[in-house]
Nanobody
């Protein structure tokens, strides 16, 4: 079965770091772009970051530039989101998503598969 599973979320103090993982099963990420999205309670889903297929170019929302880094390891069918200097406003459920396309999109409708989400809470 096709499945994406996120992990690595948790509770962290402001200024702390977390590394999220997204692992695919039932298919390979080799041919796909990978995006990270987040959704806070009562707010719309927000595109956070994306990494292209093949060329590895990355894109970030203005709110996370300089703090978050997306990467991928196709051999492990896994994508990562390294989150540093976390702020309370980063609190959300984080989702990974993937699509069989070359280049990133900020629109969630362009993505074919979604993980179940992992909670990130930034609080002192």
């Amino acid at each position: 079965q096709v499945q994406l599973v996120e992990s690595g979320g948790g509770l962290v103090q402001p200024g702390g770091s977390l590394r999220l993982s997204c692992t695919a099963s039932g298919f390979s990420l080799d041919y796909n772009v990978i995006g990270w999205f987040r959704q806070a309670p009562g707010k719309e889903r927000e595109g956070v970051s994306c990494i292209n297929r093949s060329d590895g170019k990355t894109y970030y929302a203005d709110s996370v530039k300089g703090r978050f880094t997306i990467s991928r390891d196709n051999a492990k069918s896994t994508a990562y989101l390294q989150m540093n200097s976390l702020k309370p406003e980063d609190t959300a459920v984080y989702y990974c998503a993937t699509a069989r396309r070359h280049y990133c999109s900020t629109y969630g409708s362009e993505y074919d598969y979604w993980g179940q989400g992992t909670q990130v809470t930034v609080s002192s």
